[in-house]
């Protein structure tokens, strides 16, 4: 089950991504929001985070209008490593090198066929399971443990 939330700014991105994950056959959970009055993503940051690292979902995607308030928000939840990525190198990489579990974009950064690309690497790309990678990862919960309560 993957989770995917917006707020007013990509309503039109977020419902485009969730009809391409249903075609490619995945179960989607849609936190909203569902119009496009103005909304605070920091709430649908939030419900998405928090089915994740519940999880309820196995991963996410929050789309704003640049993606950089969804993943600040969302990096704020425990367990939660959200990548906001602008291109799909980098989608890949986070996922094989950070295992990322929520992916951040921009509809007022990059065009349709570009999310949807940057989507399907995300979703598609396994973690790499690398020592340096599993150790990298388990120090960034330590800090986590260390500040968060
Ligand atoms: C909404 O105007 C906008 O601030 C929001 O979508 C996002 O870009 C915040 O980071």
């Known amino acids: 089950m993957i989770a995917i939330g917006c707020d007013h700014a990509a309503l039109a991105l977020k419902e485009t991504i969730k009809k391409h994950l249903k075609e490619r056959g995945?179960?989607?959970e849609d936190f909203g929001c569902f119009s496009s009055e103005s909304v605070?993503?920091?709430?649908?940051?939030?419900?998405?985070?928090?089915?994740?690292?519940?999880?309820?979902?196995?991963?996410?995607?929050?789309?704003?209008g640049t993606?950089?308030?969804?993943?600040?928000?969302?990096?704020?939840?425990?367990?939660?490593?959200?990548?906001?990525?602008?291109?799909?190198f980098s989608a890949k990489a986070t996922r094989q090198h950070n295992d990322a579990?929520?992916?951040?974009l921009g509809e007022r950064v990059v065009g349709v066929g570009l999310a949807l690309d940057i989507v399907d690497c995300f979703i598609d790309t396994p973690f790499s399971n690398?020592?340096?990678?599993?150790r990298r990862?388990?120090?960034?919960?330590?800090?986590e443990n260390k500040y968060f309560k």
């Open 40 to 64: 605070d993503y920091s709430d649908y940051a939030l419900m998405v985070a928090e089915a994740v690292a519940g999880g309820k979902c196995e991963k996410g995607i929050l789309v704003c």
């Open 137 to 143: 990862i388990n120090k960034i919960s330590a800090i």
């Open 67 to 88: 993606g950089i308030g969804m993943s600040i928000a969302a990096n704020k939840v425990k367990g939660i490593r959200c990548a906001h990525c602008s291109d799909t």
């Open 130 to 134: 690398e020592e340096r990678h599993m």
């Open 26 to 28: 995945f179960e989607v």
């Open 101 to 104: 579990n929520i992916l951040a």
